[in-house]
């Protein structure tokens, strides 16, 4: 019987040698950039703007996604002078 996709991730990450609290990491930045990015998808495809499109809400989401970490780490450390 073939496991689940999501059991399978977790035994890869696992393997990897990510701790539990690391695992609940991903997951849950994994949930949020999918929440974001089906309003931002919700916001292109409903919302009558002429210059917010899927393309647009893509290039946002992934950029976002690209970005975080080193975003918070910055505001953190507060190395922006």
Not at 17 to 32: D, N
Not at 56 to 73: C, E, H, K, P, Q
């Amino acid at each position: 019987m073939q496991r689940p996709f999501a059991a399978n991730l977790f035994r890869f990450a696992y393997e990897w040698g990510m701790t539990r609290e690391g695992r609940i990491q991903v997951l849950l930045t994994g949930l949020s950039f999918l929440t974001g990015l089906a309003a931002l998808l919700y916001g292109a495809l409903y919302l009558d703007y002429p210059d917010w499109d899927v393309g647009v809400s893509l290039v946002m989401a992934f950029t976002t996604l690209a970005t975080a970490r080193w975003s918070i780490g910055v505001l953190w450390k507060r190395q922006w002078r």
